[in-house]
């Protein structure tokens, strides 16, 4: 079922719970950007791009003097893909839990994130076979309590016309390996957003650990931006061996 989240009044919690940690690193991206070729990187993330349409398509991470609304700062992550044709591509960052976040004990498991949908010409949600594509999206990576690898992700999108099947919401894909939620947001507007993580995870599999974070755009061509992205969970898991590993890694 699609819907349009017009005002802040849908998201389900806006604020971090009491008694949580937030265990994510430089998700508000105030700790600083890297230049590598011609993008720039959030600190303590990598770039994605993929290459699989025309020789002549053009990508770029870039920073953004445009904070969004969840927490005070100055800067936020945005990207752009053009000239693409049907590719398929994606741009955006990625970070490695390095080591993994081990969520098989914690009690609650939040996602809060502040998402903006600028520009998509593909609408509503594009696929391939293992793959769903928007301007603007999240995936985490997990693993099961079987050590099977599996994926949530979440997509937002603009527009979506007769020619486009209705986006996925809630929908186990990918044989089994992934669950896909997306909300349709209005153009060039912040649209906060939070998510109780373990309980959508759950429908899928139990979860054990994160693994990886990838947030950015895949389709045709599209510009999207993100700010303020942050894991809470209550009480802290365990990293490793140890609760100190968990605030020398996140602080």
């Known amino acids: 079922m699609m819907r349009l989240l017009a005002t802040a ?5 806006l604020t971090a719970p009491a008694g949580s940690t937030n265990v994510f690193h430089n998700g508000d991206f105030e700790g600083g950007f890297d230049a590598i070729d011609d993008d720039l990187c959030p600190v303590s993330w990598t770039i994605l791009e993929t290459w699989w349409g025309t020789l002549d398509e053009g990508s770029v991470v870039t920073s953004a003097q445009d904070n969004g609304p969840t927490m ?3 800067w936020s992550t945005s990207w752009h893909r053009w000239n693409s044709g049907p590719s398929g591509d994606w741009t955006g960052i990625e970070q490695v839990c390095n080591p ?3 969520v098989s004990q914690v009690e609650f498991l939040g996602l809060t994130l502040d998402v903006k949908v600028l520009y998509h010409d593909l609408g509503g949600s594009g696929q391939t076979a293992d793959d769903w594509e928007y301007p603007v999206s999240i995936v985490v990576y997990f693993t099961d309590d079987g050590d099977r690898e ?10 979506i016309d007769g020619a486009t099947e209705p986006a996925p919401h809630g929908e186990i894909v990918a044989g089994g390996d992934g669950i896909v939620y997306s909300t349709q947001v209005p153009a060039d507007t912040w649209v906060p957003q939070s998510f109780d993580l373990l309980a959508q995870m759950r429908t899928l599999a139990e979860p054990k650990a994160i693994t990886k974070i990838r947030i950015g755009g895949a389709g045709w061509n599209f510009e999207g931006q993100v700010d303020n992205v942050g894991f809470f969970v209550r009480p802290t898991p365990v990293l490793g061996a140890s609760f100190g590993a968990i605030k020398a890694l996140y602080r």
């Open 9 to 13: 009044a849908a998201v389900l919690l």
């Open 100 to 102: 993994m976040i081990n």
């Open 72 to 74: 005070p700062g100055s």
């Open 150 to 159: 599996r994926y949530w992700q979440h997509g937002y999108y603009e527009w």
